[in-house]
């Protein structure tokens, strides 16, 4: 199984990006979908989450200029991130918890990380 994560860049502040991360390989059931990041010196954290059914829940400091989608035939989630500021600048991680065929539980499987970079 793989996560790959794309659409990171350089932008303004202000401006937008739409990051996207697709799993592959033997999946029977995808869960829960997260992006998480980590900017330099700090510890890597929640920024949005998704459920199989489409519930989402978003960190406090991205309400309202973040959201998280995902489209469940292609196995991949979305971030899309609007009015971005410079401390938005980090790597961002997504992250799902997946079901391989013939197994009961989800395992924890992480993408490459894409880097975020919100400056003039």
């Known amino acids: 199984v793989q996560l790959q994560a794309s659409g990171g860049g350089l932008v303004q502040p202000g401006g937008s990006l739409r990051l996207s991360c697709a799993a592959s390989g033997s999946i029977f059931r995808i869960n829960d979908m997260r992006w998480q990041r980590q900017a330099p010196g700090k510890k890597r954290e929640l920024v949005a989450a998704i459920t199989s059914g489409g519930g989402t829940n978003y960190a406090d400091s991205v309400k309202g200029r973040f959201t998280i989608s995902r489209d469940n035939a292609k196995n991949t989630v979305y971030l899309q991130m609007n009015s971005l500021k410079p401390e938005d600048t980090a790597v961002y991680y997504c992250?799902?918890?997946?079901?391989?065929?013939?197994?009961?539980?989800?395992?924890?499987?992480w993408g490459q990380g894409t880097q975020v970079t919100v400056s003039s």
């Open positions: 992250n799902a918890n997946l079901v391989p065929p013939g197994r009961g539980i989800g395992y924890d499987y």
